[in-house]
């Protein structure tokens, strides 16, 4: 085992020599990202007979680190390209929830796993979401979920996307980290985390009353199996070492409005058909945030909506860092200040407020709103007591401000 440092005092790699799913190789892993609100991050590379690990990851964790500092994350279901020559002859990386090496569920809840990709992989990652591509990845390797190593070489996965097939390509779809479904028995069940659901609010209204809708989805951690298309008609499905398919995930989930409300496997999903007035208590539900169950014994319909806590990563005990909230707008900030030094400053107050030992209850919001005039900084918290806050406060007015020629505003939101 080896610890590389790749950023001084904020930046490291874990480096182990291990066998994962019977083949040798590297495995790096993270240290230091959770301070700025990122998950780590874990890959694994065959290894040869070479006695030190291959560099060539460090960069690529370097420039995610860089972008967490200025409150851009990669999660669960996400995808980065990779420029020039790649790595390893991969030109993208999707991220997801680990895979045991023995393919029994997932590790560790803090960590992101990154599967290496061709580039008309990633094209089609972008296209009709990660988990697909991961599906196929899984039954091509014969590993559930996905596989624990990506080896450079391997054949690409089936892709009849590139021919347009896929009802997904032609629907709108909304898939941002935290949104899983499940069939179990004959139900079909959408978990939606609270951030997913805030900002599904306020996209929903946008839609019209007839359009579809569709969810690119997470694998849910408690399925024990997962739908998989390739093309054709039939779907498939690869699974856990001795699954029941009592848990069955699926790539995604369409809101379909039709006369006659139904539930159907189609595809690597679940087609939801929704009748007039069961698509607009769907909309409703969606919109507010409410639970909902649809269907009953004997009907064609059988699907719920439930609403689930966040899993946004936090330092052990500390407030989890959620995003920059900007009240200016991007002229006043390219007018008014330097994005290096407030990059900088926004760094300092992350880093204070999350170095403390502030009691935030488990759930609850933290807001830190913060001016800058020129002069002294401005600076409110919501969601502590007087005397957490006054101390606080302290800290966080001890940071020198950047310079400013105008006033700007910003909020920095953290969650217990």
Known sequence: MSRISIIDNELWAVVTAEQAAAIPCWTYVTQGL????????????????????????????????????QGQFVGNGGHTQLGGNGLFGFHGVVYSDPAAPDGRGFPDANVLSMTL????????????GAAR???????????????????PGRA??????????????????????????????????????????????????SLAADQALCFLLQLARNADSCLVWSGGNDPSAISAPGAT?????????????????ASRLFEDGFAILLNAPDSAS?????????????????????????????????????PAFLHIQLESTEDEL??????????????????????????????????????????????????LDVQAAQGLMATLYAITPPATSGRLEFTLLFRG
């Open 34 to 69: 959770v301070t700025f609100g990122q998950k780590e991050l874990l890959l694994s590379i065959p290894r040869g007979d070479e006695a030190e690990p291959p560099t060539h990851p460090l960069p690529l964790f370097e420039a995610i680190c860089t972008m967490a500092k």
């Open 117 to 128: 990709l061709y580039a008309n992989e990633v094209a089609v990652a972008q296209q009709v």
């Open 133 to 151: 591509v991961l599906a196929r990845l899984g039954r091509q390797t014969s590993h559930w979920p996905h596989p624990v190593v990506s080896v």
């Open 156 to 205: 690409e996965v089936s892709l009849p996307e590139a021919d347009g097939q896929s009802i997904l390509l032609g629907v709108a779809k909304f898939g941002p980290p935290g949104i899983t479904a499940t069939r179990e028995g004959e139900r079909i069940t959408l978990r939606i985390e609270s951030e997913a659901g805030e900002l599904l609010s306020n996209q929903i209204g």
């Open 245 to 261: 398919g009592e848990r069955m995930g699926g790539c995604f989930l369409l809101l379909i409005p039709e006369e006659q409300s």
């Open 282 to 318: 769907v909309r409703q539900a969606l919109a507010s945030g409410t639970p909902l169950v649809l269907g009953g014994p004997d009907q064609p319909i059988h699907f719920a909506i439930e609403y689930v806590p966040s899993m946004a990563v936090q330092p052990d005990g500390h």
């Open 334 to 383: 390219a007018d008014r200040i330097e994005m290096d030094m407030l990059s900088a400053y926004i760094l300092q107050l992350r880093q204070a407020v999350q170095a403390g030992s502030l009691q935030v209850e488990a759930g609850q919001p933290l807001e830190i709103r913060v001016t800058l005039t020129g002069a002294a900084p401005e600076l409110a918290a919501r969601g």
